[in-house]
Nanobody, 123 residues
Framework: QVQLVESGGGLVQAGDSLRLSCAAS????????MGWFRQAPGKEREFVAT????????HYADSVKDRFTISRDNAKSTVYLQMNSLKPEDTAVYYC????????????????WGQGTQVTVSS
C-alpha cells in the first residue's frame, strides 16, 4: 500500500527554521510529482509548494515564496520542505501528497496523502 510519512514538525519561534521530510513507499516515487499543503486552525487546506517528478520544476504559494524551498531525493523516495524565516501565520498542520501526473497547485490532483505534521510558530 502507498504510505507517506511526514516528520520534522515542531514548536519554534518566529524567524527560526524547520525542515520537513516526507518518506514515501508503495509507489514509484520518481513517477509522481509531490506537493506540500497546510491547514491552519479555522482555515481550509491550502497549497504551499510542489515539485516535478525529476525535481527540475517547482512552484510556491506567494505567501511562502523566497522563504520555503521544496526538494526531493528520488533515491531515498523522500520529499523535503525547508522552511526559513518562519512566521506565526505559518502555524498549521503540514501534509505531503503524491500526484501521479504533473506539477499542480490543486489538491484535487493528488491521489495520496500523509497524516500531517504540526508546525507551530510562536511570536
Amino acid at each position: 500500500q502507498v504510505q507517506l510519512v511526514e516528520s520534522g514538525g515542531g514548536l519554534v519561534q518566529a524567524g527560526d527554521s524547520l525542515r520537513l521530510s516526507c518518506a514515501a513507499s508503495g509507489l514509484t516515487f520518481s513517477n509522481n510529482a509531490m506537493g506540500w499543503f497546510r491547514q491552519a486552525p479555522g482555515k481550509e487546506r491550502e497549497f504551499v509548494a510542489t515539485i516535478s517528478r525529476s525535481g527540475a520544476g517547482t512552484h510556491y504559494a506567494d505567501s511562502v515564496k523566497d522563504r520555503f524551498t521544496i526538494s526531493r531525493d528520488n533515491a531515498k523516495s523522500t520529499v523535503y520542505l525547508q522552511m526559513n524565516s518562519l512566521k506565526p501565520e505559518d502555524t498549521a498542520v503540514y501534509y505531503c501528497a503524491a500526484n501521479p501526473g504533473v506539477v499542480s497547485t490543486s489538491a484535487f490532483e493528488y491521489n495520496y496523502w500523509g497524516q500531517g505534521t504540526q508546525v507551530t510558530v510562536s511570536s
